[in-house]
């Protein structure tokens, strides 16, 4: 499973390389790819389908929310169906609300990896059964 992780925090990126690098998930096939910029997120998506994307909102001075409406917004992108989770430190209602329709889902941090890899298995679970309903 390819998961994109767009994030900006050294500490919480190294937490989740450490976390996916055991042996038990490579050998499950989870491969954990970083993009520190919305930039670098932005040639990633285009370049490399995702099974999942981890989104932080807050990337240095840019906005995690413009990367996924972005691709949203490009119904031929080659990843407008890979599900978005946004994991960030602070989430205010206004923009809950406003990516509610862009995202399937929402984590605070700091979050433990397993409760994250959890909802990384549950929504890529629930994206798979809608795509095949």
Known sequence: MNILLVEDDDSFTETLELFFNQPVLKEKKFKLFVAKTSTDA????????????????????????????????DKGHLNFPTPFVVVSGYLDPVTVNKLT??????????????????????????MKKKATA
């Open 42 to 73: 932005f040639v990633k998506l285009r370049n490399q389908k995702f099974d999942v994307v981890l989104l932080d909102l807050h990337i240095g001075s840019s906005n995690g929310a413009q990367v996924v409406s972005s691709i949203r917004e």
């Open 101 to 126: 329709k862009f995202t399937q889902g929402f984590l605070v941090k700091p979050i433990e990896p397993k409760t994250l890899l959890e909802k990384i298995i549950n929504v890529v679970t629930a």
